[in-house]
Each structure stands twice: as structure tokens, then as C-alpha cells.
């Protein structure tokens, strides 16, 4: 069992930047790929950025590329999200969760935090 707790979200305006973390609850954190999804109003959750479990590969959707960066320090127990040049379509509640694999699909994803609102708007 892993707990994951979000932290970093708020209101920016558009193109600014934000750094979401996910702190874990225990060093099996590093044996679970990572990734970060989010759920926009009246939208399906949909997958953002996700990485493997030694942080050597990772994914994003075309909508973020370029633009956000996904990390973690296993030694840390920590999962991070870098957002910049951020635009009011980025306005979702962010969560991030836990698998086996890396991959973009929500229901193979076992663990997940309680999410942290991100909301782009002037």
C-alpha cells in the first residue's frame, strides 16, 4: 500500500509557471512507475506526464509537450511536475498515481492521491 499526498497547486495566471509534488508514503515508492493525471470540469480524468521507476523514461500527452517536465527522487520518495508557459486549459484538479508499468491508462493505475487544484485564469 502506498499513500500519495499532492501538494503545489493554486491559481497562476496564463503563462506562468507551477511545481506539483507527490510525496509517498514509503520507500517501495521507487518500485512503481509514476505519473500524473488530471480531470478538467465536466471532463474525463485523462493521463498528463507519467515516468518508470528509475526515472529514465517518460511520457507526455502532445498537449504538454514541451512545456511540462516530470521527475522524481526515489531517495526522496517524491514525484514532481514542472508546468510552464501554463494556459487556462491546464485548469483541472491534478492527481498523481502509481503502476506497475508506465503507461497512459487510469485503471492500471493502483495508488492514488487525493489530487491539488490547478487553476489558470487572469
Known amino acids: 500500500q502506498v499513500q500519495l499526498v499532492e501538494s503545489g497547486g493554486g491559481l497562476v495566471q496564463p503563462g506562468g509557471s507551477l511545481r506539483l509534488s507527490c510525496a509517498a508514503s514509503n520507500p517501495t515508492f521507487g518500485n512503481y512507475a509514476m505519473a500524473w493525471f488530471r480531470r478538467a470540469p465536466g471532463k474525463e480524468r485523462e493521463f498528463v506526464s507519467g515516468?518508470?521507476?528509475?526515472?529514465?523514461?517518460?511520457r507526455h500527452t502532445d498537449s504538454v509537450k514541451g512545456r511540462f517536465n516530470i521527475s522524481r527522487d526515489n531517495n526522496k520518495n517524491t514525484l514532481y511536475l514542472q508546468m510552464a508557459s501554463l494556459e487556462p486549459d491546464d485548469t483541472a484538479v491534478y492527481y498523481c498515481?502509481?503502476?506497475?508499468?508506465?503507461?497512459?491508462?487510469?485503471?492500471?493505475?493502483?495508488?492514488w492521491g487525493q489530487g491539488t487544484q490547478v487553476t489558470v485564469s487572469e
Open positions: 498515481a502509481a503502476s506497475n508499468y508506465l503507461n497512459t491508462l487510469v485503471h492500471t493505475y493502483q495508488f
Open positions: 515516468i518508470d521507476q528509475r526515472g529514465s523514461r517518460t
